[in-house]
């Protein structure tokens, strides 16, 4: 069985760190990718990162780059997400997802949704 588990959500002040973690089980890390979601209230979830751990190829959307960097421990079966410089706007619940790395696509699809997905951790940033 496929399971995502993500920790490391906090209550942070503007300009501080958190680094999430996303544990996995259940399938073949090095055969999949993983991405960073994030869905902040009243708003669509959107894609935050993402990262393949066949070759390390990273993915980030504009707002996370400079600031967010996904990392990989195959060792752990773990995905990363360092956030550094925090604003009120990166206040949101963040999920992590899995796919194939042939699938990777679904991370960038607004119709087709990647099948794994873990139950969130909410950052809270405050002024």
């Known amino acids: 069985e496929v399971q995502l588990a993500e920790s490391g959500g906090d209550l942070v002040q503007v300009g501080d760190s958190l680094r999430l973690s996303c544990e996995t089980s259940g399938f073949t890390f090095r055969d999949y990718a993983i991405a960073w979601f994030r869905q902040a209230p009243g708003k669509e979830r959107e894609l935050v990162s993402s990262?393949?751990?066949?070759?390390?190829?990273?993915y980030y959307v504009d707002f996370a780059k400079g600031r967010f960097t996904i990392s990989s421990d195959n060792a752990k079966n773990t995905v990363y997400l360092q956030m550094n410089s925090l604003k009120p706007e990166d206040t949101a619940v963040y999920y992590c997802?899995?796919?194939?790395?042939?699938?990777?696509?679904?991370?960038?699809?607004?119709?087709?949704?990647?099948?794994?997905w873990g139950q969130g951790t909410r950052v809270t940033v405050s002024l």
């Open positions: 990262i393949s751990n066949n070759d390390g190829s990273t």
């Open positions: 997802a899995a796919a194939s790395v042939d699938r990777l696509w679904v991370f960038f699809s607004r119709s087709v949704k990647s099948d794994y």
